[in-house]
């Protein structure tokens, strides 16, 4: 599906999907941010409490107006982290033009509504945000980070993340820590929303049959008002190889055990073994032809699931199993003789398998539009932008020896275990 991107100003893109066969548009607007410790709470926080109300809609019941106006939109603020740095998105989803009973864009009343929401929020006589809104703001965002902490496969995996990049941005939670949420004020607040307009790499998205121009000309306008200081994005920390493995085994009440095993990947994420990487993570643990889901899971029945997961903005893997203590050793030793396999060679059935489930999931992004959207959000620290069709057409080139070549690039960096109390304990 094609795709045109254009520069509003600098730092500042717009990617447009001409996608005119849905029923539905999507139209966001993501701001990529540096991910410290200092500001990841405040600038959650202040995403979400400026998709709540502006200076033009002061109250939820107007701005739920507002999208009843536009045919029943629905509004959304997502944050992610993407490499090391944090990415605050306002989207909206909408019917497309095509539908509209007055001719109008209903797509670029949209973005309209975003950019009012985003460069004109809600602020007191004293220019700042409304203190009773922070406040309520706070307690939602402490509400979702316990939430995640309530859901143990994924609190394993941010105690992993949280124990190999300890030492780096990466490590740092993408809603940020609760403690840091408390100490947050109005005016953290507004210097995270001004700093975030100033300095933020931002992408605009539109999936839909929308006037490309239109788009533009109105974000040109929208952003002469800014005094934009975009000098790039921090270079992501890379660490090639792992010097020693970490261990950890922590104990709570939990019915089923986990461990995640975090891999260092000697690779850059513009390298040209970036393809081969995605398809030796699949071969190693993607779909249910994969080395651990046939081997660790089924044939040997040392885990309830067993996944791996390539993230190559930050050069690592993943592994995430559901394992009873007493099969956590033999079932990393297995993981770690499957991962030899495929150094070995010994794969072609996977790979041929692998072929086709990679290419079809790769293409089936064009099935949704919000899928749509969010294929080129996640590429928005990349320094080139590709469709699902390029993606799909390099993953069906690699070679089975780039896979072998991929596997001897992988050390295991981080054991993290966890398990319910011994009895007695």
């Not at 949280?162 to 004020?185: C, H, N, S, W």
């Not at 295991?412 to 109390?421: F, Q």
Request: charged share 25%; hydrophobic share 40%; proline share 2%.
């Amino acid at each position: 599906m094609d795709f045109t991107q254009k520069e509003i100003v600098s730092g500042v893109t717009l990617i447009s999907v001409n996608a005119g066969h849905f029923k539905t548009n999507e139209t966001a607007i993501s701001l990529a941010v540096p991910l410290t410790k200092e500001t990841a709470a405040v600038n959650a926080l202040m995403i979400n409490l400026i998709s709540r109300k502006s200076r033009q809609y002061p109250s939820l019941l107007s701005l739920n107006k507002k999208l009843a106006y536009l045919y029943g939109a629905s509004l959304s603020a997502v944050v992610t982290k993407v490499g090391e740095s944090q990415v605050l998105k306002l989207g909206v989803s909408s019917l497309d033009d095509r539908f509209s009973l007055d001719s109008g864009s209903i797509s670029l009343e949209c973005l309209k509504l975003l950019t009012s929401l985003l460069f004109e929020p809600r602020l007191n006589e004293q220019g700042e945000f409304f203190s009773e809104d922070v406040e309520a703001e706070k307690r939602i965002l402490i509400e979702k980070i316990e939430a995640e902490q309530n859901e143990k496969r994924i609190y394993v995996l941010r105690k992993a993340e949280q124990l190999m990049f300890a030492d780096e941005p990466y490590g740092v939670d993408r809603y940020g820590a609760i403690d840091d949420v408390k100490k947050i004020t109005a005016s953290d607040v507004l210097s995270a929303w001004k700093n975030a307009l100033e300095k933020a790499k931002i992408m605009v998205t539109v999936v839909g049959k929308a006037d490309d121009d239109a788009f533009a000309s109105h974000l040109k306008d929208a952003f002469s008002a800014i005094n934009r200081n975009y000098s790039g994005l921090n270079e992501t920390v890379f660490v090639p190889k792992a010097d020693s493995v970490k261990e950890k085994m922590e104990r709570i009440d939990v019915k089923q055990g986990k461990i995640v095993l975090g891999f260092r990947v000697n690779l850059k994420p513009e390298d040209e073994l970036t393809a081969a990487m995605r398809t030796f993570c699949d071969v190693f643990g993607g779909g249910p032809y994969s080395k651990l889901f046939a081997n660790v899971r089924e044939k040997m029945s040392l885990c309830y699931y067993c996944s791996a997961r390539y993230t190559k903005q930050k050069s690592y893997i993943m592994i995430q199993c559901g394992c009873n203590e007493e099969n956590m050793d033999k079932a990393v030793s297995e993981i770690l003789h499957q991962l030899d396999e495929i150094k070995s060679g010994n794969f072609d059935e996977e790979l041929n398998s692998s072929r086709i489930g990679l290419h079809d999931a790769i293409m089936s992004v064009n099935d949704a539009p919000e899928v749509i959207e969010g294929w080129y959000t996640n590429q928005i620290t990349s320094a080139t932008v590709k469709s699902p069709e390029e993606s799909a057409a390099e993953n069906d080139a690699v070679t089975k020896q780039q896979v072998i070549e991929c596997a001897g690039l992988l050390s295991l960096d981080t054991i993290y275990k966890l398990s319910a109390p011994k009895e007695g304990n």
